[in-house]
């Protein structure tokens, strides 16, 4: 009979998970299970995940980290692995939307991040179960300061992940067991065997995540839809990263996303001016209202309106083009050379796949 071979938090070390599968003698009939959070903050989501699938007799339940990417609610640990997934992410993420929050065997309950006492497995609270930030509140709330692994008295032992509990499985009151032992920040990745409840931890060869958040920073910067934010939200990350200055790398972006801002700006006086000669023209079809539709169709038309109601000058036309994006398709629309400024918007921002790390 195959056994049941219960893995810790992988967070996409797929090299301490084939050490932990070879440490374990894995055999076909064996059923691999991990708890969740088979992504994030390592070195290898795409081959954690190819693993899980390839495999006929494997089960992975919903971390938190999952949820996140199911939910579309990116922090920087999703977006690197978006940016890892590259055009296999919607796969991806559609594969993770049908995982299930738990798993009951014969010998334990098994859930990634907490369990509610006393409420039958299937009426627990799935942010509880996948140990989500409002489900830990809610445990929280029930049980204060105690963790709500003391408080577990079933008969049937729980095995779960999500928190670090240290280089090796911990185990309270002999029947809930914490898995995760932080193998993506350097310590180990562990494993309980079923039914025997053996415990095998495999150490990991570094702080994965320490190394991974500085290596991606740039990568995720330049995914960002730069061209679209307001100017608002472009002063506020803008200023974000000046404060991190003492990174070269982050230095160098930000001197990149200035000098394109500058750019950028350089082209609103030739707009004013193409704006200011376009109203000219088109002098006659504002003075008669049965006209006014011509100035209508104009491309960017508000402009023109504005300008014809002297409304319109550097230091207002933020108000009609609230983004860098809008103030060069304007430009190009009046005729003004946004060579420079596109250009370097194409070397600076890029999208899927391109010039990873
Ligand atoms: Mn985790």
């Known amino acids: 009979m195959g056994r049941d071979i219960v893995i810790g938090d992988i967070h996409g070390c797929l090299a301490e998970l084939e050490a932990l599968l070879e440490r374990v003698e894995l055999r076909d009939e064996d059923r691999v299970i991990s708890v969740g959070d088979l992504v994030d903050r390592g070195p ?3 081959g954690v995940w190819e693993l899980f699938r390839a495999r006929d007799n494997a089960v992975a339940l919903m971390g938190n980290h999952e949820r996140k990417h199911v939910r579309g609610v990116l922090s920087y640990s999703q977006e690197i692995v978006r940016l890892q997934f590259g055009p296999r992410y919607a796969a991806f993420r559609q594969w993770a ?3 299930p929050y738990f798993l009951e065997t014969p010998d334990a309950i098994i859930v990634h991040g907490g369990f509610e006492a006393g409420v039958p497995l299937a009426e627990q609270r799935e942010d509880v179960l996948a140990g989500t930030t409002s489900g830990t509140r809610h445990l929280e709330g029930l049980y204060g300061e105690r963790y709500w692994t003391e408080l577990y008295s079933g008969d049937k032992p729980i095995v779960f992940g999500h928190h670090v509990v240290g280089d090796s499985i911990r185990v309270w009151n002999d029947r809930v067991y914490g898995l995760d032992t932080g193998a993506c920040h350097g310590q180990a990745l562990s494993a309980l065997v079923l039914p025997s409840f053996e ?3 495999v150490p990991a060869a570094r702080d994965y995540w320490a190394q991974e958040r500085q290596r991606w920073q740039v990568a995720v910067l330049r995914s960002r839809a730069w061209p679209t934010f307001s ?3 472009l ?7 000046a404060r991190r200055s003492d990174d070269a790398e982050l230095a160098q972006f930000t001197a990149a996303l200035d000098a394109w801002l500058a750019e950028v700006d350089a082209l609103v006086p030739a707009l004013l001016d193409r704006v200011g000669a ?3 023209q088109l002098r006659a079809c504002f003075d008669d209202r049965s006209r006014r539709a011509e100035v209508a169709a104009e491309p960017f038309a508000s402009l023109l309106f504005a300008c014809h109601a002297g409304a319109l000058d550097a230091a207002s036309i933020g108000q009609q083009l609230t ?3 809008a103030i060069v398709d304007a430009a190009r629309a009046y005729g ?4 420079e400024a596109s250009e370097r918007a194409e070397r600076l921002f890029q999208t899927e796949g391109a010039g990873l790390p």
């Open 323 to 325: 983004t860098p994006a």
């Open 336 to 339: 003004v050379d946004t060579g």
């Open 278 to 280: 376009r109203r000219e």
């Open 199 to 201: 415990r095998v931890s």
């Open 235 to 241: 002063r506020r990350e803008r200023d974000a990263l």
């Open 97 to 99: 939307a049908a995982l």
């Open 231 to 233: 100017a608002k939200k």
């Open 44 to 46: 290898d989501s795409v």
